[in-house]
């Protein structure tokens, strides 16, 4: 029996997002805002009392390592802009994308993008995932709506795994 492709690809979003829900679970400001190493990119309060992430182009060499909330606001960011480009108008530059503030309100902020992105996703069928019609103007090249798919869950579980192995780092480094 063969499985459609969007359930297939509902299944992956599905596990990959209970994994973070279980990283999610009990997190506070304090982890989210603590620095794994002396350099490190993180989110700060600029002027206007936004959130905004420490990012360059192009990278560093090394890259900085990160906090959870920096992990936290570029799943935002990517997911942000992903939508706006497939499912919208176009996404907001870099900049105006900002984390949330805390660690509840990112639970909530995040939530709110995987159920769009989700629902997105129950509306497609074959030929739309073939399509390169709703990814044409995404900054990462040509790819078809099932490649981005894909790829959005490959990062959600990549960055879910970088909250994971943080949140233990700050255990070790801070036991109770």
Known sequence: M???RTELLLRQLDIAWALFEYHLKDLDDAVCLWEPAPHCWTVRQDERARWVADWQV???DPVPAVTIAWVTWHIGYWWTTVLGHCFGDGAPDREEITWPGGAAATAAW???LKDRWREE???LGDAD???TERTA???WGEMTLADVAGWVT??????VAEVGLLRNL???????
């Not at 490959?154 to 960055?159: A, C, G």
């Not at 700050?170 to 109770?176: D, L």
């Open 137 to 139: 103007t995404l900054p």
């Open 121 to 123: 996703l129950t509306r």
């Open 110 to 112: 995040l939530g709110g």
């Open 129 to 131: 995932l073939d399509s």
């Open 170 to 176: 700050h255990g070790a480094r801070n036991p109770a």
């Open 58 to 60: 192009p990278e560093p």
């Open 154 to 159: 490959v990062e959600l579980t990549k960055n």
């Open 2 to 4: 063969s499985v459609p």
